[in-house]
């Protein structure tokens, strides 16, 4: 069956350091990933997209790799702050066929960023 | 850009009783539109998904169903709520392959 993983449940790093992040697939064959962000309490909110031509993306701090040999994406912030506490979501769609841009997503991974 | 609607923010509900929560969609049209559960400390898990109006596709069995009266109306409804619908519902639209979320419901079954 398909399934997405995101390793870690939760990771804590200090600030200034960078936060690596993971999500592994198995039974897709996903034409994209894309990276959420969401806040307690409040919905996602989309971050990055990559395809699966593309090897790497970057947006500011961050950037995203995506290994479709590994099935694996790492998610990566570089000089992190507080303020980028979250939980991060990977999701995936199926390529090919008619998926109306259904999305599966990880059960994501609580960053804590500490002063 | 797009700006999604959901009501109630929160609600307390007794098992049993039904359930209406509807979303409405700002600055799109013809819309891509999905309704997620997520369950404490889980992830999304994708409920009902529509493409147009009157177009209902459920992901999974459940106790819950979809409507889509309007272009840029999403209605999650239930005739009879159980202990296990609680959770936090989020309505997203979709677009060039980015999902945009609303602000969410949370919903308690006692």
């Known amino acids: 069956s398909q399934k997405i993983e995101q390793n870690s449940e939760a990771l804590n790093i200090q600030e200034g350091k960078t936060a690596t992040l993971t999500c592994n697939y198995t039974n897709y064959s996903p034409a994209y990933l894309q990276w959420y962000r969401q806040d307690p309490g409040r919905g996602p909110v989309f971050l990055l997209l990559i395809r699966e031509n593309e090897k790497e993306k970057r947006k500011e701090r961050l950037k995203v790799t995506f290994d479709t040999t590994l099935k694996q994406s790492l998610f990566h912030i570089t000089a992190s702050q507080p303020a980028d506490s979250a939980t991060y979501l990977c999701?995936?769609?199926?390529?090919?066929?008619?998926?109306?841009?259904?999305?599966?997503f990880g059960q994501g991974t609580i960053l804590t960023v500490h002063p | 850009s797009q700006t999604i609607h959901q009501w109630p923010a929160t609600l307390v509900q007794p098992v049993g009783s039904p359930l209406s929560l509807e979303c409405t969609v700002e600055g799109t049209s013809n819309p891509n539109l999905y309704w997620y559960r997520q369950a404490a400390g889980r992830g999304l898990q994708l409920l009902f998904y529509s493409v147009g109006i009157g177009q209902i596709s459920s992901e999974v069995p459940q106790n819950l169903s979809a409507s889509r009266p309007q272009d840029r109306q999403f209605i999650l409804s239930s005739k009879k709520l159980l202990l296990s619908d609680s959770g936090f519902y989020l309505c997203?639209?979709?677009?060039?392959?980015?999902?945009?979320f609303g602000p969410g419901t949370r919903l308690t079954v006692l």
């Open positions: 999701a995936l769609e199926n390529a090919g066929g008619t998926s109306y841009g259904k999305l599966t």
């Open positions: 997203a639209e979709g677009q060039d392959n980015e999902q945009f």
